[in-house]
């Protein structure tokens, strides 16, 4: 039965940065407490292209406030983000911000078959925080990260990185079906 102590994979570790303890709110609805905190990143904290590097910290300002069914988690993420343009693969550096809010339910209360699967639960008045900031932080994040609003990206012919040389362009492309043509103009000169 989760919750109680006797499944050791449902046990969380109160040691853990993103596991917070919330035993001082007493169980009494109103009761609450703020905690700021700055912990190390979980790995693959992000998207494929954008991320918050594995143990960069992450900067938590949070309330815990303590109702009915459980506690409500109010709070906000900040930390340091590292990618690449999708456009033309530069390096990015930048700051993001998420907010969330979540609430646990209490490990005791009787489980009702029509409740989402996805509900958080405590367990053992410890509640795990990594999934709710895995969620806000990779929603907070843009879909396609580009390194300036405007970057022109790639040249689609050699490569090359159009923002370093914007008068880039090549001669048109000649019909393979006419190369031979070409031959024999260049012998003739």
Do not use: N
Request: with cysteine; charged share 30%.
């Amino acid at each position: 039965m989760p919750g109680t102590g006797s499944d050791p994979l449902s046990k969380l570790d109160p040691r853990a940065p993103l596991v917070l303890d919330t035993r001082e709110l007493g169980r009494r609805p109103g009761s609450q407490r703020e905690v700021t905190r700055t912990v190390p990143a979980p790995a693959d904290l992000g998207i494929e292209v954008l991320s918050v590097p594995e143990g960069s910290p992450v900067d938590l300002d949070l309330r815990l406030e303590a109702v009915m069914e459980g506690v409500l988690v109010t709070g906000s993420a900040t930390a340091e983000l590292v990618g690449e343009c999708v456009r033309c693969l530069e390096p990015i550096e930048d700051e993001m911000s998420a907010r969330f809010q979540e609430l646990f339910v209490y490990d005791d209360r009787d489980h009702d078959p029509d409740e989402d699967d996805e509900t958080s639960r405590l367990e053992d008045d410890l509640l795990d925080l990594e999934p709710v900031l895995r969620d806000a932080v990779v929603l907070a994040l843009p879909f396609q990260p580009l390194c300036m609003d405007d970057c022109p990206g790639l040249c689609t012919t050699c490569g090359a990185r159009l923002a370093d040389d914007p008068d880039h362009g090549h001669d048109a492309a000649i019909d393979p079906r006419w190369a031979g043509l070409t031959q024999l103009v260049q012998d003739e000169d």
